[in-house]
């Protein structure tokens, strides 16, 4: 059993699927007036349809972002956002931290506490749309428009960290405090392997960039977790001019690479100069 507190992980998947079964469904409609609502009425659906559930939290030590935060800084954590949410999470253990049960705990006591407002939850990450009481006025309004309405409420599922739009990769990508976790845990984690601090890290490891990372860090297919392979990959890209441009391409041909050649095994600096190479030919 994990030490912290979390949502059971089946029952939040289900949770989850359950709203996406129907576009434009009533039970689609109902989440999102309660989500625009406020604190209150959002808690209280909640209650009548997930923690009604038998066994829907498994009882843990309690650990919370105790931190009321901006629209803007829960939706685009600033560096001191990530920070905080850095430091609360340090001594975690990465088997809680790579729960969406978890997650969608400390963002439902975060609303509890009045950390966050469940409006923010509805806010497109991909781009400024407006405020989250505005897209779901607006969503509310689009009646005959399924897409829409089905869209915004993966949206705040996403924000929630709840896993039954994308599973697991939920957590690295779409939802924004997880995303803020994941990209210091992997800056301390190299910095100890390579010759690169986690600031310089961060940088590479930018909102841009990190996107490119995460899909392939945390994918059985890829070979750049790999420590030495990452490391190598890191040095190129802090001292190459432009290197981000082929970011994506970069990283696909260093797993098709990695394939046939064992390059894991070799230290990060001769990686570097693997990945030069991979970088010229592109």
Same mark, same amino acid.
């Given at each position: 059993?994990?030490?912290?507190?979390?949502?059971?992980?089946?029952?939040?998947?289900?949770?989850?699927?359950?709203?996406?079964?129907?576009?434009?469904?009533?039970?689609?409609?109902?989440?999102?007036?309660?989500?625009?609502?406020?604190?209150?009425?959002?808690?209280?659906?909640?209650?009548?349809?997930?923690?009604?559930?038998e066994n829907a939290i498994i009882e843990g030590k309690a650990i919370n972002i105790k931190h009321k935060l901006s629209e803007a800084q829960f939706c685009f954590?600033?560096?001191?956002?990530?920070?905080?949410?850095?430091?609360?999470?340090?001594? /975690?253990?990465?088997?809680?931290?790579?729960?969406?049960?978890?997650?969608?705990?400390?963002?439902?006591?975060?609303?509890?506490?009045?950390?966050?407002?469940?409006?923010?939850?509805? /806010?497109?990450?991909?781009?400024?749309?407006?405020?989250?009481?505005?897209?779901?006025?607006? /969503?509310?309004?689009?009646?005959?428009?399924?897409?829409?309405?089905?869209?915004? /409420?993966?949206?705040?599922?996403?924000?929630?960290?709840?896993?039954?739009?994308?599973?697991?990769?939920?957590?690295?990508?779409?939802?924004?405090?997880?995303?803020?976790?994941?990209?210091?845990?992997?800056?301390?984690?190299?910095?100890?392997?390579?010759?690169?601090?986690?600031?310089?890290?961060?940088?590479?490891?930018?909102?841009?960039?990190?996107?490119?990372?995460?899909?392939?860090?945390?994918?059985?297919?890829?070979?750049?977790?790999?420590?030495?392979?990452?490391?190598?990959?890191?040095?190129?890209?802090?001292?190459?001019?432009?290197?981000?441009?082929?970011?994506?391409?970069? +990283?696909?041909? +260093?797993?098709?690479?990695?394939?046939?050649?064992?390059?894991?095994?070799?230290?990060?600096?001769?990686?570097?100069?693997?990945i030069e190479k991979i970088a010229e030919d592109l």
């Open positions: 059993m994990s030490e912290y507190k979390r949502i059971e992980e089946n029952i939040w998947r289900k949770f989850g699927q359950n709203l996406l079964k129907n576009k434009r469904s009533d039970e689609q409609r109902i989440f999102l007036e309660a989500c625009r609502d406020g604190r209150d009425n959002f808690l209280t659906y909640l209650n009548e349809n997930l923690f009604n559930k954590p600033p560096e001191d956002t990530q920070k905080i949410i850095w430091d609360v999470f340090t001594d /975690v253990a990465q088997e809680d931290m790579m729960s969406c049960g978890f997650w969608g705990n400390i963002i439902i006591n975060m609303i509890h506490s009045n950390f966050i407002k469940p409006e923010f939850l509805a /806010v497109n990450l991909k781009g400024v749309n407006g405020k989250g009481c505005e897209v779901l006025d607006k /969503v509310l309004k689009a009646s005959d428009n399924a897409d829409i309405i089905d869209s915004c /409420v993966r949206r705040i599922l996403r924000s929630m960290c709840n896993p039954a739009p994308r599973d697991k990769r939920i957590m690295f990508n779409d939802f924004s405090l997880g995303k803020s976790y994941w990209r210091w845990n992997w800056a301390h984690k190299m910095s100890n392997e390579i010759d690169l601090d986690y600031k310089e890290i961060l940088k590479i490891f930018d909102e841009t960039s990190y996107a490119d990372f995460a899909g392939k860090m945390h994918s059985g297919k890829s070979y750049i977790s790999q420590t030495n392979t990452l490391g190598g990959l890191l040095l190129f890209l802090n001292s190459s001019p432009n290197p981000k441009k082929k970011l994506g391409k970069i +990283i696909d041909k +260093i797993s098709f690479v990695s394939a046939w050649k064992a390059i894991e095994i070799q230290s990060p600096e001769q990686n570097k100069k693997e």
